[in-house]
Nanobody, 119 residues
Framework: QVQLVESGGGLVQAGGSLRLSCAAS????????MGWFRQAPGKEREFVAA????????YYADSVKGRFTISRDNAKNTVYLQMNSLKPEDTAVYYC????????????WGQGTQVTVSS
C-alpha cells in the first residue's frame, strides 16, 4: 500500500498549462502502476491517464490524448501529469491512484486537487 498526495492544481485560463504532481510514500512505488482520474461536478469519475511501473508504457483517454503527458520519477516516488492546451471541460478534481502490477483495481487514492479552467 502507498499513501498518495497530489499538488499543483489551480485556476488557469483556457489554452494554458498546469503540471500536477503526486508524491507517494512506500518502498514499492516502482512496482505500482499509477493513474490519474478526474471528476467534474455532477459527473462520474473518469480515467485520464496511466503509466506502468517502468515508465515506458502509458495510456490516455481520447479526450486528453495529445494534450496531457503522464510521467514518473521512481527515484522521487512521484508521478506527474503535464496538462497543456487546457479547455474549460478539463475542469475537475484530479485524483492520483495506484495499483500493484497485475491487479485490476486501483486500491490507493489521493485526496484530489482542483483544476479550474476559465474560458
Amino acid at each position: 500500500q502507498v499513501q498518495l498526495v497530489e499538488s499543483g492544481g489551480g485556476l488557469v485560463q483556457a489554452g494554458g498549462s498546469l503540471r500536477l504532481s503526486c508524491a507517494a510514500s512506500g518502498r514499492t512505488f516502482s512496482s505500482y502502476e499509477m493513474g490519474w482520474f478526474r471528476q467534474a461536478p455532477g459527473k462520474e469519475r473518469e480515467f485520464v491517464a496511466a503509466i506502468r511501473g517502468s515508465g515506458t508504457i502509458t495510456y490516455y483517454a481520447d479526450s486528453v490524448k495529445g494534450r496531457f503527458t503522464i510521467s514518473r520519477d521512481n527515484a522521487k516516488n512521484t508521478v506527474y501529469l503535464q496538462m497543456n492546451s487546457l479547455k474549460p471541460e478539463d475542469t475537475a478534481v484530479y485524483y492520483c491512484a495506484g495499483r500493484e502490477a497485475g491487479t485490476r483495481t486501483y486500491d490507493d487514492w489521493g485526496q484530489g486537487t482542483q483544476v479550474t479552467v476559465s474560458s
